[in-house]
């Protein structure tokens, strides 16, 4: 797997998916997109994206989205119904000589100690979305 990593309180890892970006991008935004390979169900109500796995659940707020390019979800604590500056977000980049496509994560880590847990997530999580879209 190809995977850049730079950390400065955050990871960002770069994949790179032999799709076109309009069938990633469906996949990085909407419920069922996310649900085929992020979560095991995702529910929407407004802007708020309720992500469930097993027994648990979290939700983050889109807070931007660019077609085909990009989407940034904004973490909320549902303990305290306060909004964490806690992110994540997907961004993708089609090369214009070569014509690949790279998908960027990026996330952002509290604690040092969780960069090679977040690492490991992710690139099963990539690999899942690789898997669900053939690439």
């Given at each position: 797997?190809d995977v850049d990593v730079k950390i400065a309180n955050k990871v960002e890892l770069e994949y790179y998916v032999n799709s076109t970006a309009s069938i990633v991008f469906q996949r990085l935004c909407t419920p069922h997109g996310l649900s085929e390979w992020?979560?095991?169900?995702?529910?929407?109500?407004?802007?708020?994206?309720?992500?469930?796995?097993?027994?648990?659940?979290?939700?983050?707020?889109?807070?931007?989205?660019?077609?085909?390019?990009?989407?940034?979800?904004?973490?909320?604590?549902?303990?305290?119904?306060?909004?964490?500056?806690?992110?994540?977000?997907?961004?993708?980049?089609?090369?214009?000589?070569?014509?690949?496509?790279?998908?960027?994560?990026?996330?952002?880590?509290?604690?040092?100690?969780?960069?090679?847990?977040?690492?490991?997530?992710?690139?099963?999580?990539?690999?899942?979305?690789?898997?669900?879209?053939?690439?």
């Amino acid at each position: 797997m190809d995977v850049d990593v730079k950390i400065a309180n955050k990871v960002e890892l770069e994949y790179y998916v032999n799709s076109t970006a309009s069938i990633v991008f469906q996949r990085l935004c909407t419920p069922h997109g996310l649900s085929e390979w992020f979560a095991d169900d995702v529910n929407l109500r407004g802007n708020i994206f309720t992500f469930i796995w097993d027994e648990t659940s979290r939700k983050a707020e889109l807070v931007e989205r660019k077609e085909n390019k990009f989407v940034k979800f904004r973490w909320i604590d549902s303990d305290c119904h306060t909004r964490h500056l806690s992110h994540f977000a997907f961004k993708l980049t089609k090369d214009d000589i070569t014509g690949e496509l790279s998908l960027t994560v990026t996330e952002d880590i509290h604690e040092q100690d969780d960069m090679d847990e977040t690492v490991s997530l992710w690139n099963h999580q990539i690999g899942e979305l690789k898997r669900v879209i053939g690439a």
